[in-house]
């Protein structure tokens, strides 16, 4: 298990980011689910050019918060996107929780079903694009086998 902090003065780190991490894992996964607050559409962009250029993985995503608060014109868009491409490819889909709102934000990265790796912390989806520029600060914990066990099965 490690920690991953936002990477700028003054509290700049020698800790990969967000992005970096996320990258890593889903390389190695063939499937992945996500439970997260909120979205951005630029983040939905990025996991559907990541299923079109490679035929994968799987996502499971819920979006936890916007079915109460609403998505703006683009968020919808992008949303209806990636379900399309998931859906028509067997590969998923986009769900919203509507029984209560869900403001975690947990990733879980599995490979061949074996859950490899997790993140788990404060970061939203928004911070999988690595062009996103953001002066808020965020912590995360990057969970690898066997720290994974308990997310099998909990998103």
């Known amino acids: 298990m490690s920690l991953i902090y936002s990477n700028y003065p003054p509290l700049a780190t020698d800790s990969k980011t967000y992005h970096n991490v996320f990258t890593d894992l889903?390389?190695?996964s063939d499937s992945i689910q996500i439970a997260s607050g909120y979205i951005s559409s630029d983040a939905l962009i990025d996991l559907k050019s990541i299923v079109e250029?490679?035929?994968?993985?799987?996502?499971?995503?819920n979006i936890g918060m916007h079915y109460f608060d609403g998505l703006t014109k683009q968020q919808a868009e992008a949303v209806a996107d990636l379900d399309e491409l998931l859906r028509s490819s067997n590969l998923g889909g986009v769900y919203f929780v509507v029984?209560?709102?869900f403001h975690g934000k947990i990733i879980s990265f599995r490979k061949s079903g074996a859950v490899i790796g997790g993140l788990i912390g404060s970061s939203?989806?928004?911070?999988i694009v690595d062009s996103k520029v953001s002066r808020q600060y965020e912590v995360d914990f990057s969970l690898q086998a066997p720290d994974t066990s308990e997310l099998d099965g909990f998103i």
């Not at 250029?53 to 995503?61: R, S």
């Not at 939203?124 to 911070?127: A, D, E, G, I, V």
């Open 26 to 28: 889903i390389e190695k």
């Open 99 to 101: 029984t209560f709102p």
């Open 53 to 61: 250029a490679n035929g994968g993985p799987a996502i499971e995503l």
């Open 124 to 127: 939203n989806l928004t911070n």
